[in-house]
Structure formats: C-alpha cells, structure tokens
Nanobody, 123 residues
Framework: VQLQASGGGLVQAGGSLRLACTAF????????MGWFRQAPGKEREFVAA????????VYADSVKGRFTISRDNAENTVYLQMNSLKPEDTAVYYC?????????????????WGQGTLVTVSS
C-alpha cells in the first residue's frame, strides 16, 4: 500500500492543523493506521493510532486531549486533527499502515510509511 500525507504547514502556537493521509493500492479498511513524528535531532516517536474500523484509538500522553485521529474507509484516508498546537509539536509527521487490525503503538509493527509532512509551530 502507498501512503501520501498532506496538510502540514506553519502555524502559530495555539492554532490548529489537520493532516490527511490517503492510501493507494490495497484494501485500506483491513489496516490499522498510525501517526508518528520526528523532530530535528530527535528519534521518531509515536503520536496516535486507530484500529481498522475506527472504533479504537490510542494517543501519546504528550498529545492526549489536543489531537484526534480518525479515518474514513470510504475515502481511504486517515486524519490527524491537531488543536492547541505548541512549539514542541514541530516535527515531520508520518502516517503508517499496519496489517494488525487493532491499534498498534510500536513503529516496528507498521509495514508501510508515507513520505512525511512538515509541521512548524511558531511561538
């Protein structure tokens, strides 16, 4: 499956962005999806995940209450709504797909990765 992420950009602290990741190739609804991010000089970290149906989600503590992951299986797209953004949210955000039907946190369980979209939050 090929993943294409979009929606990144420059936003002021306290603002919002919505990232989208569209899948091409295989049956999107059979995959759980995740968002990860990597800030300059730091390792990639987990942000959020959603199971195949959209009925189960999990978030990193650092984004809980501010970010919302959702999916539209009819559109083969997963979203990450990011509110109350902080400068420390600045990173390249990656979407990923896992053949596991449930929510998955470790990046090693994801087989497919998008190209990344840059989010910059100014103070």
């Amino acid at each position: 499956v090929q993943l294409q992420a979009s929606g990144g950009g420059l936003v002021q602290a306290g603002g919002s962005l919505r990232l989208a990741c569209t899948a091409f190739g295989r049956t999107f609804s059979s995959y759980s999806m995740g968002w990860f991010r990597q800030a300059p000089g730091k390792e990639r970290e987990f942000v959020a995940a959603i199971n195949w149906s959209g009925g189960s989600t999990v978030y990193a503590d650092s984004v809980k209450g501010r970010f919302t992951i959702s999916r539209d299986n009819a559109e083969n797209t997963v979203y990450l709504q990011m509110n109350s953004l902080k400068p420390e949210d600045t990173a390249v955000y990656y979407c990923a797909a896992s053949p596991q039907p449930r929510t998955v946190v470790p990046g090693t369980f994801y087989n497919y990765w998008g190209q990344g979209t840059l989010v910059t939050v100014s103070s």
